[in-house]
Nanobody
């Protein structure tokens, strides 16, 4: 299974983008969604999570501006990013914990990353 992330790009400060992340093949379910980002010269940092129970958690730097979600019917995860700031510029990575078939064990997968650039 590969994760296909999309939705990145160049946006002006104050703008919005929605990132998507989906498995490359049909799976049974997504258990945990995580979004991370890495800016040049920085370590990868956690941005947001959507747990199997539906709880969401956010880094303080994005709280109130970003929304993480999951579409169970489409087996796709999203990160809606509003009021973007230049400091949000980074490569964004999705991390999914997936159950490929009924009864199979959970496994972790990472997307390749999608570039988000916030600049005027």
């Amino acid at each position: 299974v590969q994760l296909q992330a999309s939705g990145g790009g160049l946006v002006q400060p104050g703008g919005s983008l929605r990132l998507s992340c989906a498995p490359s093949e049909i799976i049974f379910s997504i258990n945990l969604v995580g979004w991370y980002r890495q800016a040049p010269g920085n370590q990868r940092e956690w941005v947001a999570s959507f747990t199997s129970g539906g709880a969401t958690n956010y880094a303080d730097s994005v709280k109130g501006r970003f929304t993480v979600s999951r579409d169970n019917a489409k087996n796709t995860a999203y990160l809606q990013m509003n009021t973007l700031k230049p400091e949000d510029t980074a490569v964004y990575y999705c991390h999914l914990t997936i159950r490929r078939t009924v009864g199979s064990r959970l496994r972790d997968y990472w997307g390749r990353g999608t570039q988000v650039t916030v600049s005027s």
